[in-house]
C-alpha cells in the first residue's frame, strides 16, 4: 500500500513537470513566428521602425512568454488554489489492513498490521494510566513497557491505544521484535514509510541509525515494539531523545531503567463474560450482558471463572462457538470434560494472536528448559499447587523433596532467585510483594500438566504431598499465621492423594495436621474428610492399635463430638 502511495505521487509529479515542457515547447514554436511575423506585417505596411527596435521587441516578446508559461510551474499551489480551490488533503494512511470507522483522522503516516477489534472491552484503567504516563512529560521520549502473560491482551492494548489516540500522533510506527533481525528489518522498513535520504543507502546500519536520528529529532510520534521479550535486544533501537513515545509488549516484568512498567493481568468475571459472548456472536457488539438470557449469563460467568480470565483462552472459546454452532452451556460442559483438547482449538477466525493457548504456552516452556532446566522443574512443581498466595518459603523449605535441581536450589539461594527471574520474564508466574507470595495462571498449569506423561504427573504429584509436609509446621498458636499461609495447599494435596492413590507416611501426617488446623479454628465440616482420610491410611499402614494411628482417631472422635455439640445447641 505504502509503495502504490509513493508510486502515484511519483508519477503525478512526472507528469505535472512533462505538461509544463510540453507547453512551452508549443508556446515557443507558436509565440515566435508569430513576434516576428508581427513585426514584418508592420514594416510592410511603411510603419517603418529602426531595425534595433525590431531585435528588441521579438525577444522582449518571447520572454512574456515564457514567464507566463513558467509561473504554474513555480508557483503551483497559487494556480491550483485559484483553479480548484478545495480544502487541504491529509497524506494518505500507510496503514496496512482494515481500519475501524471512527471519528479521529487517520494519522499522516501509520502502519498498524492489525484491524480495531470490534470485541476490545474492558481495560479501561490500563489505556486511562497508559495514556496519563506517556502524556504526562514531553520534555523526552519515553518508554512504556506492557508486560504480561502470553495471550494476556498485551498487543491488543497497544492497538487500541493507537487507534483511541490516533489524532494525538502524526506517526504511528509499528514494529516487532521477536528477533534481532525483524526489528532491524523492520527499522529499515520505516526509513522507506519516512522518506529518509539513507533508504537505499547498501549499508543498512546507516539506514537504521537514520531512523533513531529521525525519532530523536522529530516530534508528535508514536512507536510500538511488539514482543520485545529479550529487552537487552532492542536497547540499541530505543531513541534516547526526543519528543515522542515508545510502548513495548514483553513478557518480562523486569524492565529495569529502559521502561517504565504496566501490568496486563485477567479480565474481570463479567467483561470476560460479555467477551465470550460478543465473540461467540450470541449477543450483538453494542449488548451488554444484562441483555443476554439468565442461563447464558450464568454459563459464560462460568466458563470466565474456568479458563481464569484469560483473553486468548475466552476469544477462542467464543470462536469455538461461533465456527460450530454449538451453545455456551455445551461448551462449559465440553470444557469440563476435555480441557485440554479445547486449549488446543484456536479457530479460524484470529488475527491479533493466531496461536492457541496451549501452543503459546508450550513455546515457552521450551525455551524455559532449554535456557535453566531448575526453572523448568519448578515450574512443574508450580503446576500442582494451588495457583494463588503459594509463599515462597515453600520453595526453599520443599526444595529438599523436590528433585536433583531443586535441591541445589535448597542450597544455593541465589539460584533460586535466578530459576524465579527466569519464570518471571516469560510472565509465567507473579509475585506479590506485599504477601511474598507467587501466582500462576491455572491454564499453565492445564497445559503444563497435559504434556506430562502419566508417570511423571504422579512423580510430581506426590513431591508436591512431601514438600507441603515438610514445610507445614506442628500446630501451636505460635504457627497459626505459618499454618494460615500453607492451608490451601494442603488441602490441595487432598484432591491429588486420593488421585494417585497415596500412602506413604508423610501423606497421613500432613492431613491429620491440616485437619486439626482447621478443627482450632471451627471449620469441622473442612477437617472431618481430612481426618478420615488420614485415618485410613494410618490403619492400613500401621494398624488399629499403633499410636500414630490412635492420635488421628482421638482428634476425629473430638471432632465428632464437636460438631454434635453444635447441631444440638
Known amino acids: 500500500m505504502r509503495a502504490y502511495f509513493q508510486g502515484q505521487s511519483r508519477r503525478n509529479r512526472l507528469q505535472s513537470r512533462h505538461f509544463h515542457w510540453r507547453r512551452l515547447i508549443i508556446f515557443l514554436l507558436v509565440s515566435l513566428p508569430l513576434a516576428y511575423g508581427t513585426l514584418l506585417i508592420i514594416l510592410a505596411s511603411g510603419n517603418v521602425i529602426s531595425s534595433t527596435w525590431f531585435y528588441v521587441l521579438a525577444p522582449v516578446i518571447t520572454l512574456i512568454g515564457i514567464l507566463l508559461t513558467l509561473y504554474p510551474l513555480v508557483f503551483p499551489s497559487s494556480v491550483n488554489n485559484a483553479n480548484h480551490p478545495s480544502p487541504p488533503q491529509q497524506r494518505p494512511s500507510t496503514h496496512l489492513t482494515t481500519q475501524s470507522h471512527t471519528s479521529s483522522p487517520t494519522p499522516p503516516l501509520w502502519n498498524v498490521p492489525y484491524p480495531h477489534s470490534p470485541f476490545f472491552i474492558g481495560r479501561e484503567a490500563l489505556l486511562a494510566h497508559l495514556y496519563a504516563i506517556l502524556h504526562h512529560e514531553k520534555a523526552a521520549a519515553l518508554t512504556q513497557a506492557i508486560s504480561g502473560l502470553g495471550g494476556i491482551g498485551k498487543t491488543q492494548l497497544a492497538v487500541e491505544y493507537a487507534y483511541l489516540n490516533r489524532d494525538k500522533y502524526q506517526y504511528i510506527l509499528w514494529t516487532t521484535a521477536t528477533t534481532y533481525e525483524t526489528l532491524f528489518t523492520d527499522f529499515v522498513t520505516l526509513a522507506e514509510l519516512l522518506d529518509l535520504p539513507e533508504k537505499a543507502s547498501q549499508d543498512q546500519i546507516i539506514t537504521v541509525n537514520a531512523v533513531k536520528w529521525w525519532l530523536e529529532r522529530s516530534s508528535h510520534w508514536l512507536l510500538i515494539i511488539d514482543n520485545a521479550d529479550d529487552l537487552e535486544l532492542i536497547r540499541d533501537f530505543l531513541p534516547t531523545r526526543g519528543k515522542g513515545h515508545v510502548i513495548l509488549t514483553t513478557r518480562s516484568q523486569a524492565t529495569g531503567a529502559l521502561a517504565q512498567p504496566l501490568e496486563v493481568t485477567n479480565l474481570e468475571q463479567d467483561d470476560a ?258 481426618y478420615q482420610r488420614a485415618l485410613a491410611i494410618r490403619e492400613k499402614q500401621l494398624g488399629a492399635d499403633h499410636p500414630s494411628t490412635r492420635t488421628v482417631q482421638e482428634n476425629y472422635t473430638d471432632l465428632l463430638q464437636k460438631t454434635k455439640d453444635n447441631r444440638e445447641q
Open 273 to 530: 463474560a460479555v467477551f465470550l459472548l460478543h465473540r461467540a456472536r450470541i449477543i450483538p457488539l453494542d449488548a451488554s450482558l444484562a441483555d443476554a438470557s439468565a442461563e447464558n449469563q450464568a454459563d459464560a460467568r462460568a466458563i470466565a471463572n474456568l479458563i481464569d480470565g484469560l483473553p486468548l483462552a475466552i476469544d477462542q472459546a467464543g470462536a469455538y462457538i461461533e465456527e460450530t454452532q454449538c451453545s455456551v452451556s455445551g461448551y462449559r460442559e465440553s470444557y469440563q470434560k476435555e480441557q485440554t483438547a479445547l486449549l488446543k482449538e484456536r479457530g479460524h477466525s484470529f488475527s491479533v494472536h493466531p496461536a492457541s493457548v496451549a501452543t503459546t504456552f508450550s513455546l515457552s516452556f521450551q525455551e524455559i528448559q532449554k535456557t535453566n532446566p531448575a526453572a523448568a522443574d519448578l515450574l512443574r512443581f508450580f503446576a500442582f499447587l494451588s495457583p494463588e498466595a503459594i509463599p515462597i518459603d515453600l520453595l526453599r523449605e520443599g526444595a529438599p523433596d523436590l528433585g536433583k535441581p531443586l535441591r541445589h536450589i535448597a542450597r544455593h539461594p541465589q539460584a533460586l532467585d535466578k530459576a524465579l527471574s527466569t519464570l518471571y520474564s516469560y510472565s509465567l508466574i507473579r509475585h506479590d510483594a506485599a504477601t511474598n507470595t507467587l501466582y500462576v495462571h491455572r491454564l499453565v498449569q492445564a497445559v503444563l500438566k497435559d504434556e506430562m506423561s502419566a508417570r511423571t504427573q504422579h512423580q510430581w504429584a506426590e513431591r508436591r504431598v512431601r514438600a507441603v509436609n515438610r514445610t507445614f509446621p506442628f500446630v501451636e498458636v505460635e504457627t497459626w499465621q505459618r499454618c494460615r499461609q500453607l492451608i490451601p495447599q494442603a488441602l490441595a494435596c487432598m484432591t491429588l492423594i486420593d488421585q494417585w492413590h497415596m500412602s506413604f507416611p508423610e501423606t497421613a501426617l500432613l492431613l491429620n495436621q491440616a485437619g486439626y488446623y482447621l478443627y482450632e479454628h471451627g471449620q469441622y465440616t473442612e477437617a472431618e474428610p481430612l
